[in-house]
């Protein structure tokens, strides 16, 4: 037989990229039952989902990380769970933010503005930073073990989802779900072009506030005002005061005067002025203000805008014309005071909106937009996720959910930029519009040759909003779209609910009539160690190329993976990633043991497949295979409930403590005692190779480069061995291999579990006072059990007891009942065992009593704990089973406290 024999290390360097290579090679990214492929089962169900598409041009971040390792693990769970998996990787153009890039690129490489470039040829270099950067996200999803299927990766602006933009506008316009008109939005003068209220961020400034006099027309009188933006009083056009104020009510119906333009405009009543809130007046600028363009709606004012594109005050300015905003404030404030104008400033703390990609203040400004009607579609999405067609995980964001769609305005789908879905509009002469699927060559009402299409760009989530339907070849009935759509899961972050999760909902429902996915799985932010938001600024960001360099993907992943639960932000040290790197060690040292194990097996074939649960004659078994095998189908059972209810985490987590503390500190350290003896030795290699196997598919999903590799030697090694016959149905790799499926307990083994805990707390008990002793672990001890009923247990497992606890396997005597304790020995108490350790000469007998003292301080505040829960409703109330049990422990803590009562005295 050739030995199998691990290396000592396990690298991870050289392992990460010859094992991604084997898996896409060997086509296990694709799904399994392919539409496009002969022998397709239409019954076969798939699992889909459609991969948040990353900035074209970004980098890998720790949000990247997290949502890629969540995915593949959803993925490769139910991969291994016979699911057709399909995973579409692909990126998103990203507007404005590709566009800044390829601006600030060419200022500072070549010197020019986009406008001194042209629209052409501006395009045609953001193309080519596409084609030089755009493969370099795809490549770090790669390295974080991403098994998409990178065949069907997509682009929002290639042809066939350009096509899918074009035919989604036309049929909204068609239905006249789409209107072009002036409305008050929020403009960015750096990036010049408008911004959805999303991407507007508020924070909260110290500013100051202006107070003025507004003259009333022919008189001396005035009426106070306040403003923190006095460059808009050249846009007023009226001043409100409630209409119920004692204070103006006589200047209702009269006119005031703009200040230095002397332009008349009329003085309102309307309820929305506050009569406390400031002086009780409002200036009233429409075009530049959404609540005053809300009250000028009502009164049928006119709306004057006072700035251009770039912020700068324009024709209705007067003098200012041509003045930046901020200049122009200054300087009409300076000519006010000139007038008597100005009553005072003071400072004022107040939120100011900035651009969330430029970080310079918005402006509210009246524009002429692209929109889409929305009611409609919010009123499906809203009923999709109402009447459970769409589940929200965690539920709490339901809420959030339906609060902003009940309250949602019509989305402005039109942005001023150049990188993106140009609008299928074009203009004639004559003012006509052509809206068309496909570049008109004239005009559809008048024919004319001279057209023009519109300048603008669609918003980037219009066609994210397509994203699972559109990657998957629609508008076109293609077989992929047929299959494979609706998707089954949307994994992204919670902060993108709405810019993203609401909007392909809406359109999903519109477009296909179905709902596009049927659950949506929404996952924190990634924080730093003590909570903090990660940025460059506060030098906190941990770098996940870095890291996986130095630690590897895998202690990554399973960091992320395990550190966060649904819809909450999760903490991230390097650490915590080192704590698991040591995890993914335990695992090869793991696979070292069994391996080696195996092969000490020899002789011809083994018969292993007679008998009991798993496969074996229950007679041939150990308690602690028993135990074991009993954990491990607790643990299979576990897992698919936490993975039925989205607890990804706890579930790695109960994996990591059943790998790293019952089969790695525990049954492995009893298995090389049994591998002593002829009679168990087969038994507990089999025992050992199986454990493992199922261990490393549970993993699997969390952990994918280090359990295909270890796993991999495990199958080369059973099969050259006399146990082949446990791996003949095992899989190529791990990666297509089944996972453990939960079965029903047999009523064995909760006595097996109870009756190995009474061992793991006898050994522990033994190692903490030679711990405290400092007993040489060389030093073989005697003992003497006084076990009562658990005498026959304790002797069949002395030898187990004796070889993890350092006793002297000859000098261990286990007794029922003993009338006289042993003198000159220190005693234990574990449940109703009784131990005597003889420490004569080592340890003073008068310095135990502490310690019996406080084990009995224990006991007894368990005793007090359980007779309050059993003397309350908890009776009536829980399963007989859950009362029972704890009954039982009440009585075994009585006897406890009994027995070192006694020992005391």
């Known amino acids: 037989m050739n030995k199998q024999e ?29 539409p496009n492929k002969p022998g397709f089962d239409p019954n076969v169900k798939p699992f889909v989902i459609a991969i948040p598409p990353p900035n074209v041009t970004g980098e890998l971040h720790l949000g990247h990380a997290l949502f890629v390792s969540m995915e593949d693990l959803m993925i490769r769970y139910h991969r291994m769970k016979g699911f057709s998996t399909l995973w579409i990787p692909g990126s998103d ?63 929002t602006l290639d042809e066939g989802l350009s096509r899918a933009v074009r035919e989604a506008f036309v049929r909204l ?38 107070y003025f006099k507004y003259m009333i027309a022919g008189s001396d009188e005035y009426i106070p005002v306040a403003t923190i933006r006095p460059e808009t009083i050249l846009g007023d056009t ?69 700035l251009d594109r770039e912020a700068k005050v324009n024709e209705n300015g007067g003098k200012y014309q041509g003045q930046d905003r901020f200049e122009a404030r200054k300087n009409l404030w300076a000519d006010m005071a000139a007038a008597g104008l100005v009553i005072k400033t003071e400072p004022y703390l107040t939120t100011i909106p900035r651009s969330q990609r430029g970080g310079e203040i918005v402006e509210p400004m009246i524009s002429e937009q692209w929109f889409v009607k929305i009611e409609s579609l919010a009123k499906a999405g809203l009923e999709a996720v109402r009447d459970g067609r769409i589940k929200i995980v965690p539920e709490r964001f339901e809420k959030i959910y339906f609060n902003w769609l009940e309250n949602i305005k019509d989305w402005c789908i039109s942005r001023q930029l150049w ?138 992943r399973f960091t992320l993976l395990v550190g966060s639960t649904p819809g909450n932000d999760t903490s991230m040290s390097v650490k915590k990633v080192e704590a698991n790197r040591n995890f993914a060690n335990k695992i090869w040292n793991a696979g070292r043991f069994v391996i080696n194990a195996i092969e000490t097996m020899d002789g011809g074939p083994k018969a292993v497949n007679g008998g009991s649960v798993n496969g074996q004659s229950s007679a ?15 643990l299979i059972r576990n897992v698919e409930r936490q993975f039925q209810n989205f607890q990804y985490g706890q579930a790695g987590q109960e994996i990591y403590e059943f790998i790293w503390s019952d089969f790695a500190d525990w049954y492995v350290e009893v298995a090389k005692e049994q591998m002593k003896r002829t009679e168990t030795r087969e038994q507990t290699v089999v025992t050992l190779a199986r454990v493992f196997d199922i261990a490393l598919r549970l993993l699997h999903p969390f952990t994918p480069f280090v359990t295909e590799e270890v796993w991999g030697h495990l199958k080369t090694a059973i099969l050259q061995s ?75 497992q002395a030898q187990t007891i004796a070889s993890l606890a350092g006793l002297d396997p000859s000098q261990v005597v286990v007794h029922p009942s003993l009338k006289e304790k042993p003198a ?23 310095a135990d009593k502490p310690r019996l003292e406080k084990e009995l301080k224990e006991a007894q505040s368990q005793i007090e704990r359980l007779e309050k829960l059993l003397a309350s409703d908890f009776v009536n109330k829980a399963p007989a089973a859950l009362v029972a049990r704890e009954r039982e422990k009440l009585a075994g803590y009585k006897e406890t406290a009994e027995k070192i009562k006694a020992q005391l005295k």
């Open 419 to 556: 990188w993106g879905h140009r609008i299928p509009v074009w203009y004639c002469p004559e003012g006509h519009m052509t809206v068309a699927r496909e570049d008109p060559t004239e005009c559809s009402a008048c024919g004319s040759k001279d057209i023009r299409q519109d300048d603008d760009v669609l918003d980037t989530w219009f066609s994210s909003g397509l994203w699972p339907f559109s990657t998957l070849g629609w508008p076109d009935q293609t077989p992929d779209l047929k299959y494979f759509y609706p998707t089954s899961y949307m994994e992204t972050g919670y902060d993108i609910l709405f810019f993203w999760v609401a909007r392909m909902i809406m359109m999903g429902l519109e477009f296909t009539g179905e709902a596009p996915f049927h659950t949506v799985y929404l996952h924190g932010l990634v924080r730093d160690e003590h909570g903090q938001k990660m940025a460059k600024t506060k030098g906190n960001v941990i770098d996940p190329l870095i890291v996986m360099d130095e630690l590897g993907t895998d202690a990554l």
């Open 6 to 34: 691990l290396p000592k290390a396990y690298d991870f360097k050289s392992t990460e990229p010859r094992i991604y290579e084997k898996w896409e090679k060997g086509g296990y990214f694709k799904p399994h039952n392919d």
């Open 620 to 634: 041939l078994w150990t308690l602690a295979d028993s135990w074991i095998w009993a954990k491990l189908q607790n």
């Open 722 to 796: 006399p146990l082949s016959n446990l791996a003949q149905d095992w899989s190529e790799m791990l990666i297509a291999a089944r996972y453990p499926e939960p079965r029903d307990p047999e009523g064995w083994e909760e006595g097996k579990i109870a009756d190995f805990a009474l061992v793991q707390e006898i050994v522990r008990s033994i190692r903490n006072l030679r711990a405290e002793k400092s007993v040489a672990p060389s030093r073989k001890l005697a003992a003497q059990f006084v076990a009562g009923d658990k005498a026959n247990l304790l002797k069949e």
């Open 173 to 210: 316009y068609e239905k006249g779900l789409i209107y072009r008109g002036p409305r008050l939005i929020n403009w960015s003068p750096g990036l010049k072009t408008a911004v959805s209220d999303l991407e507007v961020e508020y924070s909260e400034e110290q500013a100051t506030l202006y």
């Open 238 to 306: 009226a001043v409100a005061v409630h209409p119920d104020d004692e204070r103006y009510k006589k200047f209702i119906g009269r006119k005031a005067v703009v200040p230095i333009l002397g332009r008349e405009i009329p003085v309102i009543a309307d309820d929305y002025v506050s009569v406390e809130f400031g002086t009780g007046a409002l200036k009233i600028t429409p075009g530049h203000d959404p609540n005053d363009y809300a009250i000028a709606q009502r009164h049928n004012l006119p709306i004057i805008s006072m």
């Open 824 to 846: 000159d020995a220190v005693a234990l108490v574990v449940g109703s065992v009784e131990i005597y350790l003889p420490l004569a000469g080592m340890a003073d007998p008068a």
């Open 93 to 155: 153009h990203a507007g404005i933010a590709t566009q800044l890039m390829v601006e600030r690129d060419l200022l500072k490489t070549e010197e020019i503005t986009r406008e001194e470039l042209g629209r052409e040829k501006f395009i045609e270099r953001t193309w080519a930073w596409k084609r030089k950067y755009g493969g370099m996200i795809a490549n770090q999803i790669r390295r974080l073990g991403a098994s998409c299927d990178w065949e069907r990766e997509r682009f």
